[in-house]
């Protein structure tokens, strides 16, 4: 069984960093994608980043690109988000999600999602 498990989310003013990460058991294999993905209070889940485990290949939302990076840990099966110049508006629950059969920003074609961890962004 595939779980993912987030962390790292937390307060921060503008202008400051965090790192989430994302621990994903139970994935075989040595192609899949892991996606971060967040999502506000009334709006929809927006794909951030996602990641390739088979070539590293990387996509990112025009939102956060040159401010987010995002890499892995293969063999740990540990994907890491590192959001830094955070803004108010980067504030939602964010969640990875893993699947072994597409790789981009739909969330509609992740298999298996985390739970979410908070990330606020006060001005």
């Known amino acids: 069984e595939v779980q993912l498990e987030e962390s790292g989310g937390g307060l921060v003013q503008t202008g400051g960093s965090l790192r989430l990460s994302c621990a994903a058991s139970g994935v075989t294999g040595d192609d899949y994608a892991i996606g971060w993905f967040r999502q506000a209070p009334g709006k929809d889940n927006e794909g951030v980043s996602c990641i390739k485990s088979s070539d590293n290949s990387t996509w990112f939302a025009d939102s956060v690109k040159g401010r987010f990076a995002i890499s892995s840990d293969s063999a740990k099966r540990l994907v890491y988000l590192q959001m830094n110049s955070l803004k108010p508006e980067d504030t939602a629950v964010y969640s990875c999600?893993?699947?072994?059969?597409?790789?981009?920003?739909?969330?509609?074609?992740?298999?298996?999602w985390g739970q979410g961890t908070q990330v606020t962004v006060s001005s």
């Open positions: 999600a893993a699947t072994a059969s597409y790789y981009g920003p739909s969330a509609r074609s992740y298999d298996y």
